[in-house]
Nanobody, 126 residues
Framework: QVQLVESGGGLVHVGGSLRLSCATS????????MGWFRQAPGKEREFVAA????????YLADSVKGRFTISRVYAKNTAYLQMNSLKPEDTAVYYC???????????????????WGQGTQVTVSS
């Protein structure tokens, strides 16, 4: 079992930055890949970013590439999403997720993850 708790969301003006944190517990952090998804009102949950178990590979949605960075710190059992140059379109509830997979990891797909946090609200005002 893996427990995930997001934090760091809030209200920020367009062009600002936020860093989201996803603290994990219940299982060895290095055994699972991590991902970030977001869901805006009236829209389906969409993929934002992912990082492999080893941290060697990262993946970003086209909509956030060049602005967002995903990382993980093994000593803290925590994954991060650094969000820069925020736009109103980034407003959503952001969820972190853990994937207990060895191969065939569908990192852009909701079903590719086994555990989910409760989400943290990010609001970008214009």
């Amino acid at each position: 079992q893996v427990q995930l708790v997001e934090s760091g969301g809030g209200l920020v003006h367009v062009g600002g930055s936020l860093r989201l944190s996803c603290a994990t517990s219940g299982r060895t952090f290095s055994t699972y890949a991590m991902g970030w998804f977001r869901q805006a009102p009236g829209k389906e949950r969409e993929f934002v970013a992912a990082i492999s178990r080893s941290g060697d590979s990262t993946y970003l949605a086209d909509s956030v590439k060049g602005r967002f960075t995903i990382s993980r710190v093994y000593a803290k059992n925590t994954a991060y999403l650094q969000m820069n140059s925020l736009k109103p379109e980034d407003t959503a509830v952001y969820y972190c997720a853990a994937a207990i997979l060895g191969s065939s990891w569908q990192y852009t797909t909701h079903s590719g993850y086994n555990y989910w946090g409760q989400g943290t609200q990010v609001t970008v005002s214009s």
